[in-house]
């Protein structure tokens, strides 16, 4: 991959994992209930679903996924409603006392993951990264050697500073209320995003 190519691809990433979504309402409410160190366990969990996700992409499995419209099509329901059940949860509970201690490190984790993982729109981002930047005509292992350090190197700075706000927010939500419709907010974004993903269409591997 030329320098050129790469800058691309580093700019496209950073666009990639900033843009707010699931992971980064999910990073911000860790940051705002738990402490930061256990916060950051769902900063590695996104790591390593971004991980498998690359090489499975490097494999053509994502390519196969988005290629199957009924496969497609269930993944994205499930998905839409497990961001909305998410939603809905967090909204009701809102008005009880954040458990900042009685989370496991376990749960954080898996449900950290669950969040980066079931979500088909992180297919087309890796379809998008893989289609217009891997070079065709050079081994794509050996081009793996610069996209994944890259890509995750940026994953954890975006998702670590995601926290961080989170954690910087919950220092100043000392008001109840306050602190209440912060959380009820960070619900709403879970149950936009589960609608928005169910109206969403299948990406295509097509080159732009």
Not at 135 to 145: A, K, L, N, R, Y
Not at 161 to 184: D, E, H, P, S
Request: charged content about 5%; proline content about 6%; some cysteine.
């Amino acid at each position: 991959m030329s320098f050129e190519a790469w800058t691309i691809f580093a700019l496209f990433w950073v666009v990639f994992v900033t843009t707010p979504g699931p992971n980064a309402v999910n990073c911000i409410s860790n940051g705002m209930s738990l402490p930061f160190p256990k916060a950051m366990l769902g900063v590695l969990a996104i790591l390593t679903q971004a991980s498998a996700f690359l090489i499975l992409s490097a494999l053509g499995i994502t390519a196969l996924i988005a290629a199957s419209p009924t496969g497609f099509f269930i993944a994205k329901l499930v998905g839409a409603g497990f961001l909305i059940w998410v939603g809905v949860r967090g909204w009701v509970n809102a008005t009880k006392p954040a458990p900042a201690r009685e989370r496991p490190a376990r749960h954080v984790y898996l449900h950290a993951l669950a969040v980066a993982t079931i979500n088909p729109k992180s297919v087309a981002g890796y379809l998008a990264a893989f289609s217009q930047f891997v070079q065709p005509d050079v081994p794509v292992w050996q081009q793996m050697g610069v996209i994944m350090p890259t890509a995750l190197i940026i994953t954890t700075l975006s998702y670590t500073g995601f926290t961080l706000l989170g954690a910087l927010m919950g220092k100043a939500a000392l008001g109840a209320v306050f602190n209440i419709w912060v959380r009820r907010v960070m619900a709403a974004c879970f149950i936009i995003y589960g609608v928005l993903l169910g109206a969403s269409s299948t990406p295509t591997t097509t080159r732009g």
